[in-house]
């Protein structure tokens, strides 16, 4: 899945999902016109948390618990 992110000035629009780039490149295509030059914009690919933390933790990078997060972030601080 991707997101599409607009930034125009102070205004920040995310849009989607979409399921591939190339429909979030044909949308943005739709919603520039509509946007002032300055504007930027971004497609995002969007991960599952799930699949995510299951990588890291695969890694041996992330935690298993909550406890062992707080306990991590207590001693660095």
Not at 29 to 40: M, N, T
């Amino acid at each position: 899945m991707y997101l599409l992110t607009i930034r125009d000035g102070l205004q920040t629009r995310h849009v989607g999902p979409y399921p591939s780039p190339k429909q979030a490149a044909d949308d943005l295509d739709r919603l520039l016109p509509l946007c002032s030059e300055r504007a930027r914009w971004q497609i995002h690919a969007l991960e599952d948390p799930e699949a995510f933390i299951a990588s890291l933790q695969a890694a041996g990078s992330a935690p298993t618990r909550r406890g062992e997060a707080a306990g991590r972030l207590s001693r660095v601080a």
